[in-house]
Nanobody, 123 residues
């Protein structure tokens, strides 16, 4: 599976962005997909996860109530709708794929990674 993240940009506090993660490969629907982010000088952190069929989603506390992850298996794409953005959300956002159902918040459990898309939120 090859992943390509897009949709990042520069916005002001309170605005929204929608990230996309486009995947190649016929087995996309068999992978759970997560978004991670990495801010300058910080470790990569989990943001959100969606199960293979989109039936279950999980969020970091920082994302709950503001971010929504979704997927369209017919289009091999996962989305991250981010609302009410603030400067603490500034980071490079990565999508990643895993066949595991446990340990989804741990980056090393992911088999494939996209190249990242930069989100900058200014006050």
């Amino acid at each position: 599976v090859q992943l390509q993240a897009s949709g990042g940009g520069s916005v002001q506090t309170g605005n929204s962005l929608r990230l996309s993660c486009a995947a190649s490969g016929r087995t996309f629907s068999s992978y759970g997909i997560s978004w991670f982010r990495q801010a300058p000088g910080k470790e990569r952190e989990f943001v959100a996860h969606i199960r293979t069929n989109g039936g279950s989603t999980y969020y970091a506390d920082s994302a709950k109530g503001r971010f929504t992850i979704s997927r369209d298996n017919a289009k091999n794409t996962v989305f991250l709708q981010m609302n009410s953005l603030n400067p603490e959300d500034t980071a490079v956002y990565y999508c990643a794929a895993t066949r595991l159902t446990l340990g989804i918040v741990i980056a090393r459990n992911y088999d494939y990674w996209g190249q990242g898309t930069l989100v900058t939120v200014s006050s």
